[in-house]
């Protein structure tokens, strides 16, 4: 079993739509969880991260927590062609160091 | 404030070769980290500088290593390359302690021929 698991997509949605997201993880002593955004040929960008159970909200992002059931998942609100990217969860564990766990990512298609 | 530099952007080595990796911090972070990225194995881990010693490891071969300046600025090493070091090579940084968001410059795409 990986330690992070995404469905590797391609997640087909119409533009103006709500795209969902979702990751698991292996590891309950995860702390902290990242979303990070990744477009062909470049670098990835931090988008959202989330440390609690529960939501938090960053304009058209929405990051979703539950540590019982080991899953986070991202939400995209009004979904853009601009948001056409692969879409990469990260998970740390532990509190010392600071080594993210990259799951493969699950590509989005934003269709107009 | 500047991002995450990397220097070189692009670089084509021979098997045998070695290639040294730079990466500057963003101004006032402490902390930086290495990935590898790979179509095969996606991003993986490589390590981890905190002023100026590494905290973490990842599972690669001794031939890759890496060190830090007191001024935060990073470098990575790879002796003896191999085809399959070829890949894009990503440097993370984050402000330090109490602070877990990691943030990525453009990367250096290594080819090994």
């Known amino acids: 079993q990986k330690e992070v698991e995404q469905n590797s997509g391609p997640l087909s949605v119409p533009e103006g739509a709500i795209a969902s997201l979702n990751c698991t993880y292996s590891d309950r002593g995860s702390q902290s969880f990242f979303w990070y955004r990744q477009y062909s040929g470049k670098s990835p960008e931090l988008i959202m991260f989330i440390y609690s159970n529960g939501d938090k909200e960053d304009g058209r992002f929405t990051a979703q927590l539950n540590k019982a059931s080991q899953y986070v998942s991202l939400l995209i609100r009004d979904s853009q062609p601009s948001d056409s990217a692969t879409y990469l969860c990260a998970v740390k564990v532990g509190a010392a160091g600071n080594k993210l766990t990259f799951g493969g990512g699950t590509r989005v298609l934003v269709k107009p | 404030k500047a991002g995450v530099t990397q220097t070189p952007r692009y670089l084509i080595k021979t098997r045998g070769q070695q290639v040294t990796l730079s990466c500057s911090p963003i101004s006032g972070h402490r902390s930086v980290s290495w990935y590898q990225q790979t179509p095969g194995q996606g991003l993986q881990f490589l390590f981890e500088?905190?002023?100026?010693?590494?905290?973490n490891k990842g599972n690669f071969p001794g031939r890759f290593s890496g060190r830090q300046f007191s001024n935060s600025r990073s470098e990575m090493n790879v002796s003896t390359l191999e085809l399959g070091d070829s890949a894009l090579y990503l440097c993370a940084s984050r402000p330090g302690q109490g602070a877990d968001e990691q943030y990525f410059g453009p990367g250096t795409r290594l080819t090994v021929t």
């Open positions: 500088y905190f002023s100026e010693t590494q905290r």
